[in-house]
């Protein structure tokens, strides 16, 4: 049996998607994201050009890790974990890796108010429904 599809006119090109699915965002909002995005690939080398490491991929969580190691000596680093939940509830992630080490802090780059600690090379990640979460550290 086919969901249900909602075809009325100021759903414009989402339309033929099913309710669960349509976007509740603005151009507006979706504007500002794709800013605020950007700005933070520029100024992260993890992001922009970091070694990609998938941790977790399934129909509604995607979780990677980028490592950046600086020329200057092999310590020299910059780490970024990126986490999005489109499930219409919260997900929990853990991020394992020996670079997170232990009592490491790290905050959300979108939303500095979210704070992890890593724990023997973990990070537990709350992730609240439909959201994207890239936690760098905190340092």
Known sequence: MRPAIAETAEQGKYARLPPHLKPEIS???????????????????????????QLHVSSTLLAFERIFKGEKTPNDQSYAAVAANADDSTANVSIRAESLGHGRRFVDALDRSAGFTSEHGSLAVQIPARTLRVLVPAD
């Not at 994201?33 to 050009?49: C, M, Y």
Request: positive net charge; aromatic residues 4%.
């Open 27 to 53: 151009a507006l909002s979706l504007e500002n994201t794709i800013r605020q995005l950007s700005e933070l690939r520029k100024s992260n080398a993890a992001l922009r050009d970091g070694d990609y490491r």
